[in-house]
């Protein structure tokens, strides 16, 4: 072991979401080794991979970054920024590259930057499928070719690897695409010789900021300490604890099994994980190993085109009409399809109702109605005029359609808005949830080093 | 027998994607007395969540115990991808409610 202990400063749960300064200048004080912060999720749903944007806001992300890249500098130690621009694809490194270029420009900094990709190839997907080194990851279905095609970036999960590589070349920032979420914090500790499993598993819980504290928070920051025989953490702020709970819950959060906890290379194993309050606000945690696979496995997301949205909001009041509200949409339904069927239009028309089961759909066990019903139409269509025209149809037709014991004549449904119509644009949905297999941690996460 | 609503034992009752395909709720108890109850009582299983979200057993990935958490997890494919046509819940951050609803036997 090269040093007693090691400290990884985690300023925020996602980069943009920012962070107390108090908190931040708490955990320099301790002199952390390193700053690292993860930039990304695929909660926000398929869109922001597909469309190549963001799902946080530009001058949220520069704002954390001139404080955090500033402390790297003056301290000498490393910032690595994983996921960036939220999904890790060019489009979003691009983004976050510019945002950094700009405050470099403003703050007269000058220093080593290593930005390493992760977008993969389709036509690399394509063979990589065909020679049977990629397979879905279970329950995500089979990809067909139609899919692909349609599918407009793919990227792969990178492990610490990469981001080792990225630092020996001696990046002082190391701005990388789609990570796996605990990477940019156990990269350096590991490169230093610290044990992949206590790093990576102290990574997983840094990743999120200071969500592992009572009262937890994702614009809070946290300090990890690595030891030879396992890692504490801490939150920063003085009205934030780490308890036993806080943290092994944490450990389940968005998690299928918390015991076995797959990323690249192998996987986390905590069965003989403890954890321990260590002081009033910390954790120690011990037991936990990494244990590598004899394949190098990543996982690969991707999104593709699934058609251009318009919406319309309205809420019904009577009671009358919310007794019937099934057979309303149903007789709608078939009647926007039999306007247009000469038309041959191509589209999906769904009704969200809210006080019904809006919120749960297929998974709601109690659909009853209340006193009042929001409805929103729902249309994506192969283009934006289709989707513009059946939307409107549908309005027009629930507005004025005349159910059975129907008493109020004038209208059906209470627009908040006018228009009543929004015009969302293209929509996207997943196409790729996949485990592809490689001959070397590095191979497909181009480094590319730079003066700024 | 007695029967004791779980929210008196649980502080945290939560849904959430575990990436775009699954959908993962967690039970977290106030207490090792409380986790234990539900423990025993054995209620938390593949019926009872096929039952409170009308799903076949075969949707349903697992049901894990978690003691240094004191929790109970279950995980179940999601009905549909995260964000396609015809999602109500992105996040799956709402999915946790029939779970409010659930009653532990506590034999004395």
Same mark, same amino acid.
């Given at each position: 072991?090269?040093?007693?202990?090691?400290?990884?400063?985690?300023?925020?749960?996602?980069?943009?979401?920012?962070?107390?300064?108090?908190?931040?200048?708490?955990?320099?004080?301790?002199?952390?080794?390193?700053?690292?912060?993860?930039?990304?999720?695929?909660?926000?749903?398929?869109?922001?991979?597909?469309?190549?944007?963001?799902?946080?806001?530009?001058?949220?992300?520069?704002?954390?970054?001139?404080?955090?890249?500033?402390?790297?500098?003056?301290?000498?130690?490393?910032?690595?920024?994983?996921?960036?621009?939220?999904?890790?694809?060019?489009?979003?490194?691009?983004?976050?590259?510019?945002?950094?270029?700009?405050?470099?420009?403003?703050?007269?900094?000058?220093?080593?930057?290593?930005?390493?990709?992760?977008?993969?190839?389709?036509?690399?997907?394509?063979?990589?499928?065909?020679?049977?080194?990629?397979?879905?990851?279970?329950?995500?279905?089979?990809?067909?070719?139609?899919?692909?095609?349609?599918?407009?970036?793919?990227?792969?999960?990178?492990?610490?690897?990469?981001?080792?590589?990225?630092?020996?070349?001696?990046?002082?920032?190391?701005?990388?695409?789609?990570?796996?979420?605990?990477?940019?914090?156990?990269?350096?500790?590991?490169?230093?010789?610290?044990?992949?499993?206590?790093?990576?598993?102290?990574?997983?819980?840094?990743?999120?900021?200071?969500?592992?504290?009572?009262?937890?928070?994702?614009?809070?920051?946290?300090?990890?300490?690595?030891?030879?025989?396992?890692?504490?953490?801490?939150?920063?702020?003085?009205?934030?604890?780490?308890?036993?709970?806080?943290?092994?819950?944490?450990?389940?959060?968005?998690?299928?099994?918390?015991?076995?906890?797959?990323?690249?290379?192998?996987?986390?194993?905590?069965?003989?994980?403890?954890?321990?309050?260590?002081?009033?606000?910390?954790?120690?945690?011990?037991?936990?190993?990494?244990?590598?696979?004899?394949?190098?496995?990543?996982?690969?997301?991707?999104?593709?085109?699934?058609?251009?949205?318009?919406?319309?909001?309205?809420?019904?009041?009577?009671?009358?009409?919310?007794?019937?509200?099934?057979?309303?949409?149903?007789?709608?339904?078939?009647?926007?399809?039999?306007?247009?069927?000469?038309?041959?239009?191509?589209?999906?028309?769904?009704?969200?109702?809210?006080?019904?089961?809006?919120?749960?759909?297929?998974?709601?066990?109690?659909?009853?109605?209340?006193?009042?019903?929001?409805?929103?139409?729902?249309?994506?269509?192969?283009?934006?005029?289709?989707?513009?025209?059946?939307?409107?149809?549908?309005?027009?037709?629930?507005?004025?359609?005349?159910?059975?014991?129907?008493?109020?004549?004038?209208?059906?449904?209470?627009?908040?808005?006018?228009?009543?119509?929004?015009?969302?644009?293209?929509?996207?949905?997943?196409?790729?949830?996949?485990?592809?297999?490689?001959?070397?941690?590095?191979?497909?996460?181009?480094?590319?080093?730079?003066?700024? | 027998? %007695?029967? #004791?609503?779980?929210?008196?034992?649980? &502080?945290?009752?939560? =849904? /959430?994607?575990?990436?775009?395909? @699954?959908?993962?709720?967690?039970?977290?108890?106030?207490?090792?007395?409380?986790?234990? %109850?539900? #423990?025993?009582?054995?209620?938390?299983? &593949?019926?009872?969540? =096929? /039952?409170?979200?009308?799903?076949? @057993?075969?949707?349903?990935?697992?049901?894990?115990?978690?003691?240094?958490?004191?929790?109970?997890?279950?995980?179940?494919?999601?009905?549909?991808?995260?964000?396609?046509?015809?999602?109500?819940?992105?996040?799956?951050?709402?999915?946790?409610?029939?779970?409010?609803?659930?009653?532990?036997?506590?034999?004395?």
């Amino acid at each position: 072991m090269p040093m007693n202990e090691y400290r990884v400063l985690s300023p925020t749960a996602i980069l943009g979401y920012g962070f107390p300064e108090s908190s931040f200048d708490e955990g320099l004080k301790r002199n952390p080794d390193v700053i690292a912060v993860d930039a990304g999720s695929t909660d926000p749903g398929p869109y922001y991979l597909g469309a190549g944007v963001s799902f946080t806001d530009r001058s949220a992300v520069k704002r954390d970054l001139e404080l955090i890249i500033a402390a790297g500098l003056d301290r000498k130690i490393p910032v690595l920024i994983g996921t960036a621009g939220g999904a890790g694809a060019n489009n979003h490194l691009q983004w976050n590259l510019q945002i950094i270029k700009e405050l470099a420009q403003e703050n007269n900094w000058h220093f080593k930057l290593a930005t390493v990709q992760s977008e993969i190839d389709k036509e690399q997907i394509k063979e990589q499928i065909k020679e049977g080194r990629i397979e879905p990851l279970h329950p995500a279905p089979e990809l067909t070719e139609q899919e692909l095609i349609q599918t407009t970036s793919v990227v792969a999960q990178m492990g610490i690897e990469p981001l080792i590589q990225a630092l020996d070349q001696g990046a002082d920032v190391v701005l990388a695409g789609r990570c796996y979420d605990p990477a940019v914090f156990a990269a350096d500790a590991i490169r230093k010789g610290y044990d992949a499993g206590p790093a990576i598993h102290m990574g997983k819980i840094l990743e999120c900021g200071a969500i592992a504290a009572e009262p937890g928070s994702g614009s809070d920051s946290a300090l990890g300490t690595l030891h030879a025989d396992g890692f504490i953490v801490e939150p920063l702020d003085p009205n934030r604890k780490c308890t036993v709970t806080s943290v092994a819950a944490h450990t389940l959060y968005e998690k299928t099994n918390p015991v076995e906890l797959p990323g690249p290379g192998g996987y986390l194993d905590l069965t003989e994980t403890k954890f321990n309050q260590y002081s009033d606000n910390a954790v120690k945690v011990t037991g936990s190993k990494f244990i590598p696979l004899k394949k190098y496995m990543v996982k690969l997301e991707g999104a593709k085109k699934a058609g251009y949205r318009t919406v319309s909001i309205a809420g019904c009041r009577d009671s009358i009409m919310i007794s019937k509200i099934d057979e309303v949409i149903e007789a709608v339904r078939s009647r926007v399809q039999d306007n247009f069927h000469r038309q041959g239009y191509n589209y999906n028309l769904h009704f969200h109702i809210y006080g019904k089961n809006g919120v749960m759909g297929e998974l709601e066990p109690n659909p009853t109605v209340g006193h009042e019903l929001g409805i929103v139409i729902d249309v994506v269509a192969e283009d934006q005029d289709t989707a513009n025209t059946i939307c409107s149809f549908t309005r027009s037709t629930m507005l004025h359609y005349g159910y059975d014991g129907r008493i109020a004549t004038a209208g059906n449904l209470a627009f908040p808005y006018s228009p009543s119509d929004f015009k969302v644009g293209l929509v996207y949905e997943f196409s790729l949830y996949h485990l592809m297999e490689l001959d070397n941690p590095t191979a497909v996460f181009p480094i590319k080093m730079m003066e700024v | 027998m %007695k029967k #004791v609503p779980i929210t008196e034992l649980a &502080k945290v009752i939560r =849904s /959430k994607n575990a990436g775009p395909y @699954e959908l993962t709720m967690d039970i977290i108890f106030k207490d090792e007395s409380g986790y234990q %109850k539900a #423990v025993n009582s054995k209620v938390i299983n &593949k019926s009872l969540i =096929s /039952k409170l979200y009308h799903i076949n @057993e075969d949707q349903i990935i697992n049901i894990v115990q978690f003691p240094q958490a004191l929790a109970i997890k279950a995980t179940i494919i999601r009905p549909r991808p995260s964000g396609a046509l015809g999602e109500t819940d992105v996040y799956g951050a709402q999915q946790h409610a029939p779970l409010l609803k659930i009653d532990i036997p506590i034999y004395e």
